[in-house]
């Protein structure tokens, strides 16, 4: 089946149908130990309340915590959490002085709004503004501790103890989480080139591009470094630990050269002998091993596991060929050889997480408007109906409002129906006992599977997340037992308002999130075109001072548009959970993202062919690709996908023919 048919499955079962990641098992121990502590510790001092609240904190950052640095993890879950203990504090404030119900409504529209704008600002402003206003409604719900201002630093405490549960792991050289995802990338490449010319190839290199994604996010530190005037020099106890860092960009850098060489033999259609897909995957061996920072520089040890003698015969075979060398010398640790070095030096510095411009964007402010409606209506219904527990109406609507997880219809519905079995198991528990130390252990059990939950599907997620709360409640003192039939009322009203109020009323829909993307990704792809037809057409001594200033963009705009097509893809994907008209027009954008991903691979070709095939640039065939971009971007503005299909030619690309051409021909045979 081409890249570009449509999946004929039905919405509803694509809605349903979960993901299956592999179990983060550092993560999920992490979670369990960080509940189960504050929890258990309550118990044996006689604080239960107070432990609660440690425990939620942990729960807190438990959603927060990823594998990734020390310092990046300490600002994601740090800024989650510092949000969770902010709202928490207004809630809890409102309840202690027993503030009016309108003035209670009103405070929690207005956190609404910040929540929903610092949601908009990205996926760390995403989770600390969920948890601002989920705290706020539980600090405004819930019994409070004594003291009552003691919940948010509690909070903060069980947090804290998470964070330090994961300092062991961070500082092992063998579990370093740049090191382990660096490992992923490269055993991804060496599944995309076994997969070269099969049907397999395109959901490999999607597979792959979602890998250097996340290796590209854990390796900002030596691009903010560059981007200094002044660096200063390196302590000696930090040595060895620079030394690791440098060394893992150099293999990232590699990785970064070989991936564009496999994206062009992925559109030629054109396949590597399996020794030399193998290679990538033994390189990924030896990273997770991590050798001894002892081992002799420039040893030859390593030198038996390089890129085997195969006389590449076309210009991008030979780009991987002296990508892989210079992945094999960096994973070794040797000295880069000239003659096969990839000039693909350090990215620019990625766009900072500049939270005051962002929070006065329009983005933010209509986000920000969204949650707020859907927090007054949510208010309003909770002063109106007798319901015993209204603070979980609006925080149902914060967790289903949450920005960076999908679709909000799927949420909506997801939701409910995984309330609905979340309280049934909860109901079966607490029927057959309310032995505290015993449910203290299943909350610890629910949040231990959450880091896999929340990856697998956001229905799953909430039958995991609902027994923990509603097991929470019955610890509190709060009466479980009674809490578990209003609850899915609760969740059903929640779920009903943000249907209407923040998905059906609300002009924004699943195309108006795709078209947005389908221009960014055709505005990069543009430039990472005339970066290619900038670089110069051949590699030598004469070029190489050319190339030096030319050839870091042209890997970083390559890396950048990449991005933004696994973007465009993602909400493509995401719109064809949502029922009709939003799946149906969802569904019209596929081909298009499927057009632009195969003409990423053609400009990953056409730049080999420059640089390894000595071809010249061919100004008429670059004018096409961009007027032809120009005219998808134009239309995706209009609101209208194109009608046509582009398929692939049946068979190898001739590296004879300019591969420019080709993909012309693809792209306006899509736009007719």
Known sequence: ????????????????????????????????????????????????????????GAMHATLSDRLE??????????????????GMAVGGALRHFDAAPLLTALVLTLVGFGSGALSATGPRGSAAGMLLLVSATLGGGMAAPHPWWAAAPMLLLGAGLVLLLGLRYQLRPATDPR??????????????????????????????????????????????????????????????RQQESARLHRAYEAALAASEAATGLLWAWRPVPPEVAAVPTTLAHRLIRAPARSAEPGSTADSRAAVPDWSPDTPARRALDAALHTAADAVADRPVDPATAVRAAVAPPPDPWRLRVRLRSRAAARYGARVALCVAVAEAVTVGLPLNRGYWVPMTVAFVLKPDLGSVFLRAVSRAVGTVIGVTLTAALLAVTTERWLLAAVAALCVALLPYAAAAHYGLNTAVMTPMALVLVQLGGQSGVAEVGPRVLDSVLASVIVLVFGYLLWPERAPHRIEPRIVAATGTLGAYLLSVTDAGPTIGPAANDHLETKVPSQVWLRRTAYRALADARQEVRHGLTEPPPAGRQAEAWLPATAALERLGGAVAAYAAQLRYGGRRPEPEEV???????????????????????AERPPGPHNPARSALTQAAGELEQLLT
């Open 623 to 645: 004018a096409r690709v961009l007027a032809a971009l120009e005219q998808l971007a134009a239309a995706a503005r209009a609101h209208r996908p194109p009608d046509g299909r």
């Open 69 to 86: 640095p020390g310092w990046l993890r300490l600002h994601r879950i740090g800024s989650a959490v510092g949000a969770s203990a902010a």
């Open 179 to 240: 090191r382990l995802a660096l490992a992923a990338v490269y055993e991804a490449l060496g599944e995309l080139l076994a997969a070269l010319g099969t049907p397999d190839g395109a959901a490999a290199r999607r597979v792959l591009t979602a890998r250097l994604n996340q290796l590209q996010d854990l390796l900002p530190d030596r691009q903010r470094e560059a981007a200094r005037p002044y660096r200063p020099r390196p302590r000696p106890r930090h040595w060895h």
């Open 1 to 56: 089946m081409s890249s570009s048919t449509a999946d004929r499955t039905p919405w509803w079962a694509r809605a349903a149908r979960p993901e299956r990641p592999r179990p983060p098992w550092a993560l999920m121990v992490r979670a369990a130990v960080g509940l189960a502590v504050p929890l258990f510790a309550g118990l044996a001092c006689g604080q239960l309340g107070l432990g609660v609240f440690a425990a939620l």
